[in-house]
C-alpha cells in the first residue's frame, strides 16, 4: 500500500449515518404525502447522490427530487446530521496513516459543509487535509467529477493516489480518474455491487485495511 495520498468516502466508510439519512428520508416523503414506516427500506438512500436516489426510487420528475431533497436537508441539517457514529477502528486507522506520513482527503456526494460538520463534530477532522464533497445545487454530487476536481485542485498524481469506499460510486469514480480503488465491505455496499467494479482490494474489515497499510507502508 504504497500511496502516499488517500481519498476516503465518508457515509458507510468512515461513519454510520443510518439513523441521520433514513430518518430525514421519511420526514421528506412525509412531506410529500408518502408514508414510508420502516426506516431499513430507505437504506439505500445511503451513499448514492440523493437527488438522483430520489428521482430513481420514487419516479420524481427534477422538480419534485429538488422538493424532496430540500424537505430532506431541513432535518437533516438540524438534527440528521448528528444521528451518526463513528465506525469502531475509524481514528486508529487515522492516526496509523497520518503517522506514516500520508495525505488524507475526504471525498463525499455529500454537501462539503455538511460533511465538515460532521468530521467537526465527531472529532476527526484534524486528521485531513481538506474535507471535498459536493455544493448545495448539486455541483459534484457525481463521484467522477468530485475526485477529478480534487485531483486537480491538490494536484494530486493519480498514480499515487488511493480511493476507499464502500459503494459502486466511490470505485467507479475513483478507476474513472486513473486510480487504484479499495472497497470495504462494512458499509452499504454488497459484496456482489463492489466486485462488480474489479476493485484493486477488497477490504471486509476496517482491522483488514489497517493491516494492510501497516504490512507494506
Same mark, same amino acid.
Request: hydrophobic share 40%.
Given at each position: 500500500?504504497?500511496?502516499?495520498? %488517500?481519498?476516503?468516502?465518508?457515509?458507510?466508510?468512515?461513519?454510520?449515518?443510518?439513523?441521520?439519512?433514513?430518518?430525514?428520508?421519511?420526514?421528506?416523503?412525509?412531506?410529500?404525502?408518502?408514508?414510508?414506516?420502516?426506516? *431499513?427500506?430507505?437504506? =439505500?438512500? %445511503?451513499?448514492?447522490?440523493?437527488?438522483?436516489?430520489?428521482?430513481? &426510487?420514487?419516479? +420524481?420528475?427534477?422538480?419534485?427530487? $429538488? @422538493?424532496?431533497?430540500? =424537505?430532506?436537508?431541513?432535518?437533516? #441539517? *438540524?438534527?440528521?446530521?448528528?444521528?451518526?457514529? *463513528?465506525?469502531?477502528? *475509524?481514528?486508529?486507522?487515522?492516526?496509523?496513516?497520518?503517522?506514516?506520513?500520508? =495525505?488524507?482527503?475526504? &471525498?463525499?456526494? #455529500?454537501?462539503? @459543509?455538511? &460533511?465538515?460538520?460532521?468530521?467537526?463534530? +465527531?472529532?476527526?477532522?484534524? =486528521? +485531513? #487535509?481538506?474535507?471535498?464533497?459536493?455544493?448545495?445545487?448539486?455541483?459534484?454530487?457525481?463521484? /467522477?467529477?468530485?475526485?477529478?476536481?480534487?485531483?486537480?485542485? @491538490?494536484?494530486?498524481?493519480? /498514480?499515487?493516489?488511493?480511493?476507499?469506499?464502500?459503494?459502486?460510486?466511490?470505485?467507479?469514480?475513483? #478507476?474513472?480518474?486513473?486510480?487504484? /480503488?479499495?472497497?470495504?465491505?462494512?458499509?452499504?455496499?454488497?459484496?456482489?455491487?463492489?466486485?462488480? @467494479?474489479?476493485?484493486? $482490494?477488497?477490504?471486509?474489515?476496517?482491522?483488514?485495511?489497517?493491516?494492510?497499510?501497516?504490512?507494506?507502508?
Amino acid at each position: 500500500m504504497h500511496y502516499q495520498n %488517500i481519498l476516503f468516502d465518508l457515509d458507510g466508510t468512515l461513519t454510520d449515518p443510518r439513523l441521520g439519512i433514513t430518518r430525514s428520508v421519511q420526514y421528506a416523503l412525509a412531506k410529500l404525502g408518502i408514508d414510508e414506516p420502516d426506516l *431499513v427500506a430507505l437504506e =439505500h438512500f %445511503i451513499g448514492p447522490p440523493l437527488l438522483e436516489q430520489f428521482m430513481l &426510487a420514487y419516479g +420524481f420528475d427534477e422538480a419534485w427530487g $429538488w @422538493e424532496a431533497l430540500n =424537505h430532506y436537508r431541513d432535518r437533516f #441539517k *438540524v438534527t440528521g446530521i448528528y444521528e451518526n457514529q *463513528v465506525f469502531d477502528g *475509524v481514528v486508529d486507522l487515522l492516526e496509523t496513516l497520518v503517522a506514516q506520513g500520508r =495525505h488524507l482527503y475526504i &471525498a463525499t456526494s #455529500k454537501p462539503w @459543509e455538511f &460533511a465538515r460538520e460532521i468530521a467537526r463534530h +465527531f472529532d476527526f477532522a484534524r =486528521h +485531513f #487535509k481538506v474535507i471535498y464533497g459536493s455544493e448545495l445545487d448539486g455541483t459534484r454530487t457525481n463521484k /467522477v467529477e468530485l475526485i477529478r476536481h480534487i485531483l486537480e485542485q @491538490e494536484r494530486l498524481d493519480p /498514480v499515487h493516489t488511493l480511493m476507499i469506499g464502500d459503494r459502486k460510486h466511490d470505485l467507479i469514480g475513483g #478507476k474513472l480518474n486513473g486510480l487504484d /480503488v479499495a472497497a470495504v465491505g462494512y458499509g452499504f455496499g454488497s459484496r456482489e455491487e463492489l466486485q462488480a @467494479e474489479q476493485p484493486t $482490494w477488497h477490504f471486509e474489515t476496517l482491522a483488514e485495511l489497517r493491516g494492510a497499510f501497516l504490512q507494506m507502508p
